[in-house]
């Protein structure tokens, strides 16, 4: 098993920036076969969707929306990943989800992190 904790979220201005922070814990082993670590978001009203991923071996890959603006990165050592989030909008506003995946898909997911962007 595999638990994550998500930090950071909070009310920020439009133009603003945040960082969010999830540390994984848990099995070593489990941890050591965690292949890539995600974030998701979910607005009121909308369906869940990917922000951005970082494998194990370093890639990264984002949703057009926040491209040039968020930035995904992990500390294996401290079995942590970072969103950096510059430039926010008022449609970044939503619960932010860390998620881990040991198989194929997305197999644990934090409890999210409130992030609201106001103008």
């Known amino acids: 098993q595999v638990q994550l904790v998500e930090s950071g979220g909070g009310l920020v201005q439009a133009g603003g920036s945040l960082r969010l922070s999830c540390v994984a814990s848990g099995a070593s082993g489990t941890i050591f076969r965690i292949n890539a670590m995600g974030w998701y978001r979910q607005a009121p009203g909308k369906q869940r969707e990917l922000v951005a991923a970082v494998t194990s071996g370093g890639s990264t890959n984002y949703a057009d929306s926040v491209k040039g603006r968020f930035t995904i990165s992990r500390d294996n050592a401290k079995n942590t990943v970072y969103l950096q989030m510059n430039s ?6 939503a619960v932010y ?3 881990a995946r040991v198989t194929h898909i997305y197999d644990y997911w934090g409890q999210g992190t409130q992030v609201t962007v106001s103008s």
């Not at 926010?88 to 506003?93: A, C, G, Q, S, V």
């Open 97 to 99: 989800y860390c998620a």
């Open 88 to 93: 926010l909008k008022l449609e970044d506003t």
